[in-house]
């Protein structure tokens, strides 16, 4: 073998020195910053409309995770209401597009997993600090976020069903302002009390998810319309049926009610205009009421019968199954972010939503908010009697094939237990398919 020439020995050498000089700078600097690490970017699915002050709200917050993690960048796409959001994500998973995490119904989870859209979130928890997060949340949330002892979705933007009701109207019905109705009965005597030429005493929406707004009539009278399993109904239960009769009432026997259907957004503006005395509305909507009536505001628990109840309602945080571990990982840390007490408690003071767990309240931003605001603390009074809202395997046709039914009775003068029996079978078929 020949021996290289002495200048270029000398040229190699140098050279080696300085890889090796420039290599252990390289390390110290890692020592000191760390090593640089690959941005893992992430879409981040959230059902509102553009246009809207919760869109700003929200890039808001979004913009201060990205400002706190830099190796992770979380880009907001505002994707109209639940359905349209549903309706994208399940398209963008089929065509490999889907987002990291999305905000979907919390009925939507049965849906999602038969679909294999969504991953288990104790997958992810796998710390002390991990478990506490994922056990500090109120159960009643987790009624629509578990399954057989797993968590698949994480509560986020949650809410209940609440009776907000006009002060001043209550006063001049002789009615005391301090004593909202708490009963069925005293919800028609008030009712009667408040209905006058060009106010109805009271307003319930009718005229999309009717199921909602009837669930709580079914628990208050003793029986949901759902249980533990993904693959059964209660529609035809005689306590399912005496609720339908009651919620029917309001309208046709009672007459304290508009009849045919209401809208959802027709009942706040009939609220806030005059229109209606009082209203059942989601807890979601307290802030946005609360800013266009120009009189004292009442809010106050759903009126029980045989005990309180309320289903609760609204979205989850869920983590989409991209195939990607290290965006999975990255999108993880995004939900637990989220979903903490701090962001958690702005979120609910710009919305109205519920706090999501007891630590929420325990803030200080929370607790300044409820001295100025106490109606944002009825909502989560409440969650003691509430229920698990209708979710099953084939969510959205079950809970369309209950509105259905609820729609009849209230405009097409069919009975109850007729409405309610042939939804049972119609909801029957469709379960069938899903074993135990």
């Known amino acids: 073998m020949k021996r290289l020439p002495r200048h270029m020995l000398q040229v190699l050498v140098g050279a080696v020195m300085l890889t090796v000089l420039l290599s252990g700078c390289g390390n110290q600097a890692g020592g000191k910053t760390g090593q640089t690490k690959p941005v893992e970017k992430l879409t981040f699915d959230f059902p ?3 246009a809207g002050p919760l869109a700003q709200d929200m890039t808001q917050l979004v913009n201060e995770f990205n400002q706190a993690h830099p190796d992770i960048q979380v880009t ?13 994500v399940q398209t963008g998973f089929k065509s490999g597009n889907a987002p990291d995490v999305a905000v979907l119904l919390s009925t939507d989870m049965n849906t999602l997993l038969d679909n294999h859209l969504i991953l288990p979130i104790n997958g992810f928890a796998a710390s002390k600090k991990d478990q506490q997060w994922l056990n500090s949340f109120y159960p009643a949330f987790m009624a629509n976020s578990n399954l057989n002892g797993t968590t698949y979705g994480i509560p986020f933007q949650r809410s209940t069903l609440l009776l907000y009701y006009n002060k001043n109207e209550f006063q ?6 301090n004593n909202p109705p708490k009963t069925w009965s005293e919800l028609v005597t008030d009712g009667k009390a408040l209905t006058k030429a060009g106010q109805w005493g009271l307003e319930i929406p009718t005229s999309g998810l009717t199921y909602w707004e009837f669930q709580p ?6 029986q949901n319309v759902v249980g533990d399993a993904a693959n059964k109904v209660y529609f035809d239960q005689p306590k399912v049926v005496q609720a339908l009769q009651f919620f029917a009432d309001l309208s046709l026997k009672d007459k ?11 009942a706040p503006d009939d609220f806030a205009s005059g229109k209606a005395a009082m209203i059942y509305h989601s807890s979601g909507s307290l802030t946005q009421i609360l800013k266009t009536a120009k009189f004292p505001v009442g809010v106050a628990m759903l009126p029980g019968n045989v005990r309180p109840g309320t289903p609760t309602g609204g979205g989850n945080l ?3 199954n991209t195939r990607n571990k290290a965006r999975e990982q990255a999108a993880f840390k995004f939900v637990k972010w989220m979903s903490s007490p701090d962001v958690t408690a702005k979120w609910a003071i710009e919305t109205g939503y519920i706090g ?18 106490p109606q944002g603390d009825v909502a989560r009074q409440q969650l003691q009697y509430a229920a698990k809202e209708l979710a099953t395997h084939d969510g959205q046709e079950i809970q369309q094939i209950l509105s259905t039914a609820c729609q009849k009775v209230l405009t097409q003068n069919v009975l109850p237990q007729a409405a309610l029996t042939a939804a049972q079978q119609q909801a029957d078929a469709l379960l069938s398919k899903f074993k135990d």
């Open 172 to 177: 001049k019905a002789g009615l005391n302002p």
């Open 318 to 320: 869920y983590i989409i």
């Open 256 to 266: 304290i009610e508009p009849p045919g259907l209401i809208g959802w957004a027709t």
């Open 217 to 222: 009539f079914a628990i208050e009278n003793g």
């Open 356 to 373: 999501t767990s007891p630590a929420v309240y325990e803030t200080a931003q929370m607790k300044k908010y409820l001295q100025a605001t």
């Open 48 to 50: 509102v409309a553009v």
């Open 76 to 88: 907001p796409v505002f994707s109209g209401d639940y359905g349209t959001t549903m309706t994208k």
